[in-house]
């Protein structure tokens, strides 16, 4: 699906052909980024490489950049400086790299931001018919295979409305993946939920990162972080303060910053 | 897939925290700011200058008119009918009493200066959200100085010589009649509110048809019925003052739209405020007034100050059944032959303009600044 | 016995005064009883004062001679016509100032509320300061300032102003050059009729293919292609001709074309200007009350700026934008009532003006007028509850 998006535009496949001949594995990568919100140096330095099907876990106290950082992998934000590189492809503020980006990376977002006026069906077809291009058939039959596997098939011609929050971020989960795409990003998607609707959503969450799903959470769920993540993150003021395999990172925190931050989580 | 080979590398914990850097001027500064407000895209740019372009044009004859060629200081109209000249502010000038106290005695004018300063003295501390004492300054604004100002302007009494409402005008009476519509629209407009939230059917329905009738016509029908009516309606023999007239339609037609203003901050407060009443034992008029209404009246301060601007620009309407309020005294005196001239009117009906303007924007700027404050107040 | 019975049983006894049920049915009788009182002290007050002046009452003066003239009319009017005739032109005078009034306020409007938004500080500003300027002036201040200081002293007739087309301005008023197609035209006509049919047509084509493989028509295209193209062909190929009557001097007036008097013009403009303001503020509004994440969840799905405003921004905004467009559009019909005051011959200004000046019948007069508001209010309303229904059942 991805190569024939890509053959439209030659220059982006040319230097994506270049790139996968190196780098095959790499999903992500970020070279010494910084952004500014005016006058705020918001995040300084960024430097991270994800690897395909890895799942990378974000955490950080509010305000430390989190969500400003994986906004800045599908270009919901611009950075100033350094390089943001998504599957080969560098962004910049050309809009066809961005389109292209953008078709092959999901996002779920804390607040659902279900399309109100839609049923569940149609916000989940919306985007494969007028972006893919996909018959409507085809996109139907996609999003009734998502819906059924985020459980909720039986809810297709509902509107948002009538759903639950844990109804409504799974149908979220399920419009991102009739895209098709190659990389997950997840920004708080339990902390608006009640207890027991985290749980289902997080169900779902494993079952993408058990099907090889690339996935960059923002997440203090560290039961979540310890079951799936390959690596977990701990940001600060901007900056990566520390990252780590999962126990390690738990188990022994280094910095005195990410100790504090464990200790206040993990009561 | 190597992940465990990753894993390796990635262990990363940071020696020293990152200073805040200094944002590139592609971010901030001026010319950060010209290229992302006015030259974003190649479209922005063109609108950009077609904007300039359109200020350019309009701005330096304005500017001309309005004060460069403009005539402040004239004995009559022959300075305003030279070629080129401007405004003619000397004609404003020169007839500024009539502006502002109509045909009220010259000897006089002093009661309506009195009136003035005494309105200010309460109602600056009334708007002002700190000062204490809001429901004896409420009191003495909304019971106390309509009837003072009466006194004061009618006079017959307290050895005030009388001076008769159809002597009064200009901007004087603008501001009674738009006193008057507040002073009696929000009472009214509460009474309505609450009977059309009653439970009680032929109460509600009265209020629901009074309500609905006004806001469905026009003002100006409405004061015509007032003016034409009204003297139907009083016992053979007696005479309707044809203020008074107007003054009573201008109070009706506000007070409906007020009463929808009140409902809608009775219909968004918590269904809960009305059980804890309930649940205090109160009665309905206690509760109505130390629980309910306090609150109501707060969330819809901006919706009530917006409709006394409609209110406020709806005076001038008293214009066409014949009262000398502002826009009158202006229409009149545009026809006044020792200024003939031909900015005349348009001087005239300019300073009319800002002088409404002046009082309804402030108005507004009210309103946003106690929205601000209900918004954060919700907050904390 | 029974009394001690019903003790009894009755739950522990509040004192009849203290019964809410009675103590509503008490106040409702007062305040019935005091409105009857009220009514009919009006009533008797206005028989004698009728009474006195010799008046009758009746709407049978509907059917008398008018005996005025009106200089601006949609039907055939004479000072011969009958009053109800008088209404009429008063009534669709209202109805014409208003729906053009609307059509061009709508346009303003939406420029304006999305000026105001625009990420161009100038173009924001500019259309900021209109909208504040605007809405706080008196509507009358701005129609008496179009009529007296604007029109009323332009040029006079010999001096008119000339504009492109055959567009003459002075004191008189606004003249417009009147189109006389030939019959021939008619073919034109219905080509383009034709052109509309076959556009939506494509339309309904186009969408269908769009669900069944993918594929995507340029529609809007289409659309100016076949409107464009099918009846100038058919323009060129029937040698059909519009012929214009152009405006002329003929002695000391313009006669033929179009003819919009002053009244009607400033009316127009006033009324446009204004409303223009109010629902560019109820536009901004309603594209504000779209939640900034929706913008962002069309994003990061991959939808252009023109699909994400017409898929998802557009439909949720114009449902806050409808209802409170709607009273914006009562609103102007209401205030076309001040063209009273510059002589434009509305129903107002015809019917509780000059009517009820002649007749006297200001009991009946009056009733009608407010009769013809209340009725084009409660369609609004109509209309408004319907829409708001249909919105909240779509949305749950
Ligand atoms: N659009 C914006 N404009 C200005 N400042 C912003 C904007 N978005 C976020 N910020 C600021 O940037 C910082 C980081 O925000 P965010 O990335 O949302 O943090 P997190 O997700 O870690 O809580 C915060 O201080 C926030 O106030
Ligand atoms: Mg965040």
């Given amino acids: 699906m991805a190569t024939d998006t890509i053959t439209a535009d030659d220059d982006l496949a040319v230097e994506r052909t270049k790139l996968t001949v190196s780098e095959t594995d790499v999903a992500v990568e970020i070279v010494d980024m910084h952004k500014w919100f005016g006058d705020f140096n918001v995040l300084r330095d960024i430097n991270l490489k994800v690897m395909r099907g890895e799942r990378i876990v974000i955490a950080g106290p509010s305000g430390s950049g989190k969500s400003t950082l994986i906004r800045c992998v599908n270009r919901l934000e611009e950075h100033q400086r350094g390089k943001v590189i998504v599957d080969g492809v560098e962004l910049t503020s050309d809009l066809k790299r961005i389109d292209v980006v953008r078709r092959e990376v999901g996002m779920v977002f804390q607040h659902f931001n279900l399309f109100p006026h839609l049923t569940i069906l149609e916000n989940c077809t919306l985007a494969p018919i007028w972006v893919r291009g996909l018959p409507k058939v085809e996109a139907e039959k996609v999003a009734m295979h998502y819906l059924e596997r985020v459980k909720i098939p039986e809810q297709a011609n509902k509107y948002p409305g009538q759903l639950s929050g844990g109804q409504q971020q799974r149908v979220a989960i399920a419009r991102s993946l009739c895209m098709n795409p190659k990389i997950m990003l997840f920004d708080e998607p339990t902390s608006a939920l009640d207890p027991e609707m985290i749980k289902e959503v997080l169900e779902v969450m494993v079952g993408l990162a058990e099907d090889g799903m690339t996935m960059l959470v923002v997440t203090h769920e560290m039961g979540f972080a310890r079951q799936v993540a390959n690596r977990v993150m701990f940001m600060d003021e901007g900056q990566i303060i520390e990252q780590n395999e999962p126990e390690e990172f738990f188990s022994n925190p280094k910095h005195e910053r990410t100790k504090h931050f464990l200790s206040q989580i993990l009561h | ?380 | 016995m029974a009394d001690i019975e019903a003790r009894q049983k009755s739950p522990p006894k509040t004192s009849f005064w203290n019964d809410p049920k009675i103590r509503g049915l008490f106040y409702q009788f007062v305040v019935m009883g005091a409105l009857a009182a009220f009514a009919i002290f009006i009533a008797l007050n206005t028989a004698a004062n009728l009474a006195r002046q010799g008046k009758t009452t009746g709407f049978e003066f509907f059917f008398s001679t008018a005996g005025f003239d009106i200089f601006f009319t949609l039907i055939p009017y004479s000072r011969a016509s009958f009053y109800w005739e008088a209404f009429l032109v008063g009534l669709l005078n209202t109805l014409l100032v208003s729906a053009i009034g609307i059509v061009i306020a709508t346009f303003l409007g939406f420029f304006l509320g999305i000026a105001r938004l625009s990420p161009n500080w100038i173009v924001a500003r500019i259309a900021t300061v209109y909208v504040e300027i605007i809405r706080n002036i008196p509507l009358l201040l701005q129609l008496f300032f179009w009529y007296f200081a604007v029109l009323k002293t332009l040029p006079g007739v010999r001096q008119s102003l000339e504009f492109a087309g055959g567009t003459i301005l002075n004191q008189r008023g606004l003249y417009l050059a009147r189109p006389l197609p030939d019959d021939n035209f008619t073919f034109v006509i219905w080509a383009f009729l034709i052109a509309i049919v076959a556009w939506l047509v494509v339309k309904a084509w186009a969408k269908r293919r769009l669900e069944s493989t993918g594929k995507r028509f340029p529609v809007a295209w289409t659309f100016l292609v076949l409107v464009v193209f099918l009846p100038a062909i058919t323009w060129l190929t029937t040698g059909a001709n519009v012929a214009f009557e152009y405006p002329e001097l003929s002695g000391f007036n313009f006669v033929g074309g179009i003819e919009l008097p002053p009244e009607f013009v400033a009316l127009l403009l006033g009324l446009s200007l204004y409303t223009a303001a109010f629902i560019g503020e109820t536009v901004r509004a309603g594209i504000l009350a779209v939640d900034h994440g929706q913008t962002e969840a069309a994003q990061s799905l991959g939808f252009r700026d023109g699909d994400r405003l017409r898929l998802v921004v557009i439909p949720q905004a114009m449902r806050v934008i409808v209802p409170p467009l709607t009273s914006q559009y009562l609103n102007l019909t209401k205030n076309s009532s001040l063209a009273a005051a510059i002589g434009y011959p509305e129903l107002v200004s015809v019917f509780l003006g000059t009517t009820l000046n002649q007749t006297g019948r200001a009991i009946e007069v009056v009733f009608i007028t407010m009769l013809v508001y209340l009725t084009l209010s409660l369609v609004t309303s109509v209309f408004m509850n319907w829409y708001n229904a249909r919105v909240a059942l779509v949305e749950r």
């Fill in chain 2, 1 to 380: 897939m190597s992940t465990t080979n990753a894993t390796k590398e990635i262990s990363f914990v940071r020696e020293e925290m990152l200073p805040e850097m200094p944002a590139p001027s592609s971010v901030v500064g001026p010319v950060a700011w010209i290229r992302s407000s006015l030259f974003s895209s190649p479209g922005n740019s063109i609108l950009t200058i077609a904007s300039a372009l359109l200020l350019l044009w309009i701005m330096p004859p304005l500017y001309n008119f309005l004060i460069g060629n403009a005539v402040f200081i004239a004995e009559d109209g022959a300075a305003c009918r030279v070629e080129g000249a401007g405004a003619c502010w000397a004609f404003i000038w020169s007839r500024m009493d009539f502006f502002i106290y109509g045909f009220f005695p010259a000897e006089e004018q002093w009661r309506v200066n009195i009136a003035f300063a005494l309105g200010l003295v309460l109602i600056v501390p009334l708007m002002w959200p700190e000062l204490p004492f809001k429901v004896v300054n409420a009191l003495a604004f909304f019971v106390g100085y309509p009837i003072i100002v009466f006194i004061l302007l009618s006079g017959g009494m307290f050895g005030l010589t009388e001076v008769p409402t159809v002597n009064w005008g200009g901007l004087t009476v603008t501001l009674i009649i738009g006193l008057v519509g507040i002073v009696t629209s929000l009472p009214l407009g509460i009474v309505l509110a609450l009977g059309r939230q009653s439970k009680m059917p032929v109460i509600k329905s009265v209020c629901v048809m009074f309500i609905e009738l006004w806001r469905a016509v026009p003002l100006i029908t409405v004061l015509f019925m007032a003016s034409v009516m009204l003297p139907l309606f009083v016992p053979v023999g007696v005479s309707v003052d044809k203020l008074l007239r107007a003054l009573v339609g201008v109070s009706l037609f506000s007070a409906a739209y007020m009463a929808e203003v009140v409902r809608g901050g009775l219909q968004a407060l918590p269904r809960g405020q009305y059980e804890a009443a309930g649940a205090l034992g109160l009665n309905y008029w206690k509760s109505m007034s130390f629980i309910i209404l306090p609150q109501a009246l707060k969330h819809v301060i901006p919706g009530i100050v917006n409709s006394f601007i409609a209110l406020f620009k709806d005076t001038s309407l008293v214009s066409i059944v014949g009262i000398f309020d502002l826009l009158n005294t202006v229409q009149a005196s545009n026809s006044d032959l020792n200024w003939a001239s031909e900015q005349q009117a348009v001087t005239g009906y300019i300073f009319a303009a800002a002088v409404f303007w002046v009082f309804c924007f402030s108005m507004s700027r009210y309103s946003i600044y106690m929205e601000h404050r209900l918004h954060t107040g919700h907050k904390r």
